[in-house]
């Protein structure tokens, strides 16, 4: 029986399925009240402690209602492909289900530089299983050199007009060489549609660290749906029932720029990544500045008592307005994008007021916040009294720089993708000096000891800028002006790299390494082979 084709039996699981609004309402209320703290879930229900405590039953309620979330929007993403079966039921639950194993493939992976490798693999793996269920159960051809996969991939390149009759060229070859056409275009396909299922496995993991506003919002999405609708409003109604489209809206445009073209990608990749460090700031505020800040309420005894309790509280206060800055920098990054995207790709532009301007002092705010911070709680650098009358500087600071943000008027996009990488490649520098500066300063005798510490930060920097320069010198080779290999190149520098590297980074680096050096040095053949043979 077709994924697609139910019994008359199954009925109100289809309906359920095909609307599942009331679902997400539910599994987000059941997640707000298992991971509430007991002092809190007191009041509201009498079971309490033991079984609804749990980190067991925690993890479940969240996965699910994250689960149903992706289920329910995932359809946003290929919106704008007609020839993708995107609302229906087998489509969504193999993308929710490919979503969620990367996201908690990505929450058990604790070094950095090992989820950087994992891109590649998710994007294909995910794809892959998507692929798969076109073919089993749309009958999609992926041979075909005028099947529906080439109006997917038209969807995606900026001289659609050309893509159907280069892809007819390249099939048509004879042996291996018809076999590596095939093979790219396979993977193309598989790229496409994986992509955006690799982002909402990181924006999963992003909102996983800022509970409870996902179960809030979530509840409030699905409340709106449900109950808006039926209420007379007045007037107003019509303005007041657009607000359920605002979040679908908004996610339907990230993913459509991600989608097309390579600079689309990775900026919006780099912009997630941005997203995820934000998220870290409130994730260490809840978890590691808070329980300390509230256990100091108790030892409130006279004047420095009543210092030590400020610089803590402000220490909750500072780490938790930096990841909110962040979060904001980000977000307004990724409207910032389109018009970007726009020149990037040579198109006319109009005027567009809603371009936003890019927040005064990039995540320069939340960095320094960040660091001030670390220096007073990780390291001690900063004595309590000294960070009790600093902290409330670093948040009026902050503060200015939202005000003037939101009364300037929006600056040039020409060079976005800069800011946005030089943005990215200092905050895994800034985190590592934050919460590491003490065994940097221990290690300074050791030398194997200062490289332990310093390789993560440093191999993800060389990692962004490798990465955020492939559009770039694919341009460049596009241009006709005789150079076809410069990519080819840039990943075979990036394998001569991590070749050097594995020599020398400490042990639990160096698989890591040899992977990279694998991955370049293959990837740069696979493309010379394509650039060659002009497939």
């Known amino acids: 029986m077709a994924v697609d084709t139910w019994p008359m039996d199954l009925v109100s699981i289809r309906r359920v399925l095909d609307?599942?609004?009331?679902l997400l309402g539910g599994s987000a209320l059941v997640d707000l009240v298992v991971r509430l703290p007991e002092d809190v879930l007191a009041p509201l229900v009498s079971v309490t402690g033991g079984f609804l405590g749990s980190p067991a039953v925690g993890f479940v309620t969240t996965w699910v209602m994250f689960a149903v979330a992706l289920y329910t929007f995932c359809h946003l993403a290929y919106d704008h492909v007609d020839v993708l079966p995107a609302d229906a039921?087998?489509?969504?639950?193999?993308?929710?289900?490919?979503?969620?194993?990367?996201?908690?493939?990505?929450?058990?992976?604790?070094?950095?530089?090992?989820?950087?490798?994992?891109?590649?693999?998710?994007?294909?793996l995910s794809?892959?299983?998507?692929?798969?269920y076109l073919v089993r159960y749309h009958e999609w051809d992926v041979t075909d050199d005028a099947g529906r996969g080439v109006s997917l991939i038209q969807f995606v390149t900026p001289h659609a007009d050309d893509t159907a009759s280069e892809l007819a060229t390249d099939l048509a070859y004879d042996g291996w060489l018809g076999r590596l056409a095939a093979t790219c275009y396979v993977l193309a396909l598989t790229a496409i549609l994986g992509l955006p299922i690799l982002f909402a496995a990181f924006a999963t993991h992003v909102l996983l660290y800022a509970f409870p506003i996902p179960d809030l919002l979530?509840?409030?999405?699905?409340?709106?749906?449900?109950?808006?609708?039926?209420?007379d409003i007045g007037p107003n109604r019509p303005r007041v029932l657009r607000?359920?489209?605002?979040?679908d809206r908004f996610l339907i445009d990230t993913i459509e720029h991600a989608t097309r073209c390579i600079q689309g990608m990775i900026v919006t990749g780099?912009?997630?990544?941005g997203l995820l460090f934000a998220?870290?700031?409130l994730f260490v505020a809840v978890t590691a500045i808070g329980p300390v800040a509230v256990e100091m309420v108790g030892f409130v005894v006279g004047i420095e008592g009543t210092l030590l309790l400020w610089a803590w509280g402000g220490a909750l206060l500072t780490t938790t307005f930096a990841g909110c800055h962040g979060l904001w920098v980000w977000i307004r990054e990724l409207r910032r994008l389109p018009q970007f995207l726009d020149i990037w790709e040579g198109r006319t532009l109009a005027a567009d007021d809603r371009t936003p301007s890019r927040v005064t002092g990039f995540v320069a705010v939340s960095l320094v916040c960040w660091l001030s911070t670390a220096a007073f709680v990780v390291d001690g650098v900063l004595g309590y009294r000294q960070y009790a009358v600093l902290w409330p500087a670093l948040v009026l600071v902050g503060i200015w720089t939202i005000h003037h943000t939101v009364r300037r008027s929006a600056q040039p996009v020409t060079v976005e993708h800069g800011w946005i990488t030089a943005g990215l490649v200092v905050q895994p520098v800034a985190f590592v000096a934050g919460t590491s500066a003490g065994s940097v300063a221990a290690a300074l005798s050791d030398p194997d000891a200062l490289l332990s510490v310093l390789t993560p930060p440093i191999a993800v920097a060389i990692l962004l800028l490798i990465v955020a320069a492939i559009p770039v010198v694919t341009r460049y080779d596009d241009a006709g002006d005789g150079t076809r290999y410069g990519i080819v190149g840039l990943l075979f520098v990036l394998g001569c790299l991590a070749a050097g590297g594995s020599t020398v980074v400490p042990p639990p680096y160096r698989f890591a390494a040899l992977v990279l050096w694998a991955m370049g040095w293959g990837f740069a053949v696979f493309l010379g082979a394509v650039r060659y043979f002009d497939l």
């Open 270 to 273: 780099f912009v997630f990544f």
């Open 89 to 124: 039921v087998g489509f969504r639950t193999v993308f929710t289900a490919c979503a969620v194993a990367l996201a908690v493939g990505i929450l058990r992976v604790d070094r950095f530089v090992v989820l950087f490798l994992l891109f590649l693999p998710g994007l294909f």
């Open 279 to 281: 998220a870290g700031y």
């Open 218 to 231: 979530f509840l409030g999405w699905a409340s709106a749906v449900r109950v808006l609708p039926r209420l």
């Open 19 to 22: 609307s599942p609004a009331p």
């Open 243 to 247: 607000l359920e489209f605002a979040f």
């Open 127 to 132: 794809g892959g299983a998507l692929l798969g």
